[in-house]
């Protein structure tokens, strides 16, 4: 009988300072830049950005996402689940959760984005402030199953307006590593 692997399903998510070794240049540009990941998507495709939201719904969030939102543990939020795609090519899978207790007393419908950038809702209202950009390796299981592999660089932060956080990860699939390798943004 095989024994079983045992699969990480934890990120330990850490801020630019805890990381030893630090990845390659390029990906640090790319993990840490503090603009809209819609936007620079945007311009690499030259303007051929789409999202295709993958899951939108009410569920438990993760021990990772409670800790993060100050949450206590199960807490239930809203989790969209999208792919950001460059000329139809899946870029980054984006996993954005907030607390119910949090959406219900505000304004912000996540639940009316469909294929919408929830970006253009975080950096268009000017009242969201980014938190720190923390990064981990994110686990295989929280994929999709078409991107089930270990060691993919993922980002995530926390957008705040008043009582509501959004929380925003965002992991880098090998096909943005291609497309950003091939763009003249290298040159
Ligand atoms: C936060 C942003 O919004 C992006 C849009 C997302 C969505 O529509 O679900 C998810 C992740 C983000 O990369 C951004 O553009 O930087």
Redesign the pocket.
Known sequence: MPHSIAVPDACQWLNQSLLHPLPAPLALDWLFDE???????THLSNDGFS?T?LFEGWQPLRDDECAALDLPAASIGWV???Y?RGHGQAW?F???VAARSALQGDGLHMDE?G?????????CDQAFARQAIEVCHYPRAWLPTADQTNGLWARR?R?DRGALSVL???VFLPSLWQAVHESAENC
């Not at 294929?115 to 950096?123: H, K, P």
């Open positions: 603009g809209s990941l819609t936007r620079r998507l999202v939201p969209r689940e999208v950001l980054v984006a996993r954005s984005l294929s919408r950038s929830l970006g253009e809702l975080l950096f932060s957008f925003v990860a965002e």
